[in-house]
């Protein structure tokens, strides 16, 4: 298995069997992956350099007004695509498989996770793994320790506060917090201060 047919099977939402070809070759996929990030997480690199190094990881160049600061995690990689002025705070864990979708001028805050695999329900099918992408609109801000789990669309301007778990799409301009998380107010233009 080559890795574009490996993504291009992942993003078809298809199930990936626990033990097969494709689960096989997501295993191989991530040793690259966790070679990257550890040299991304090992040392200071100047702000160029970790660029050239997170464009590495997901396997095409970022803009050049991408900033991200180091501890970042990932097992994947290959399936991220990042926009311009996106920010990404420290310890951010991203599991990509399913594909991670960032626009442009967003921010994400300490430690979030973006999710993208879900386990299978059946008990005797549970190592069978459901990709599911997550988009993140322009201009999103993502508070700290928020988890983003597999399939969710965050829509432009949203806010997540700190600590959500958001387990379904999110409105463009609205605040969402909580556990799980629920629209907590609209964003208007008396906010934009």
């Excluded at 695509?81 to 442009?104: E, S």
């Excluded at 959500?164 to 609209?186: E, I, M, Q, S, Y």
């Amino acid at each position: 298995m080559e890795l574009n047919e490996y993504l291009n099977y992942l993003n078809s939402g298809k199930p990936v069997e626990g033990g097969g070809e494709v689960h096989q070759f997501m295993h191989i996929a991530s040793q690259e992956a966790l070679k990257i990030t550890a040299q991304i997480n090992s040392g200071y690199h100047e702000p160029a350099e970790l660029r050239a190094l997170f464009s590495k990881l997901i396997g095409k160049p970022v803009d050049e007004s991408f900033t991200f600061f180091p501890p970042f995690y990932t097992d994947c990689g290959k399936n991220i695509t990042v926009g311009k002025h996106v920010f990404l705070n420290m310890g951010c864990k991203f599991q990509d498989q399913g594909g991670i979708f960032i626009g442009d001028e967003t921010l994400i805050g300490h430690n979030v996770v973006l999710a993208t695999l879900n386990h299978a329900m059946e008990p005797e099918d549970r190592a069978t793994m459901i990709p599911a992408p997550i988009h993140i609109g322009k201009r999103v801000w993502i508070g700290s320790n928020a988890t983003v789990l597999p399939g969710v669309t965050i829509g432009d301007g949203a806010i997540v506060g700190a600590g959500a778990v958001v387990t379904k799409d999110v409105p463009g301009n609205t605040v969402v917090g909580g556990v799980p998380a629920r629209v907590l107010r609209k964003i208007g233009k008396e906010d934009a201060r």
